[in-house]
């Protein structure tokens, strides 16, 4: 039994604040990683909530292993997510607003498996062609944070770019100044 799960015996379905990871995974083609959540019937991206004594870190490589069976060697922190925007309600009822760290996975290996009962489908997809059956909560920061997968992108090719790695550096210079 989770932490959550022990919380919600004494509040029941009324709102709580959690704190958890939402992550971005790209592959070789540049496409970002998704999946069909059972719960919701939609689409969103892997990720989770942080358990007691868990660092952001720890619950991203939890998370990722858990639902995707992928395992990562290197993530970078895009952004922190909180406040009014971030709540949500489950389809059982369970209200919660979060605190979200959003990372995206730089290095990372294993074979690609649904690895829980969270997942009905894992898929890849193009970052401007994203499924349109997206849970609320998952459209609501895209819409709200528009180029937040564009900046993973270009965080994560920075990464793995080889060559092209010091042009991303050069742009990301460029736009500071």
Partial sequence: MGYIQDIRKYVGHEPILTAGVGLFVFNDEDKV???????????????GAMELGESFEDVAKRELKEETNLEIDELTLLKILSGKDTYREYPNGDKLYDVTAIYVITKYHGNLKVNDD?????DWFDINNLPNNMTKYTKNY?????DILNKALDEYKKHVGGSNKWIYILLDMVKQN
């Fill in 142 to 146: 895209l819409e709200k944070f528009g």
């Fill in 33 to 47: 990683l998704m999946q069909l959540r059972v719960d919701y019937n939609s689409w969103g991206f892997p990720g």
């Fill in 118 to 122: 969270e997942s009905k489908k894992l």
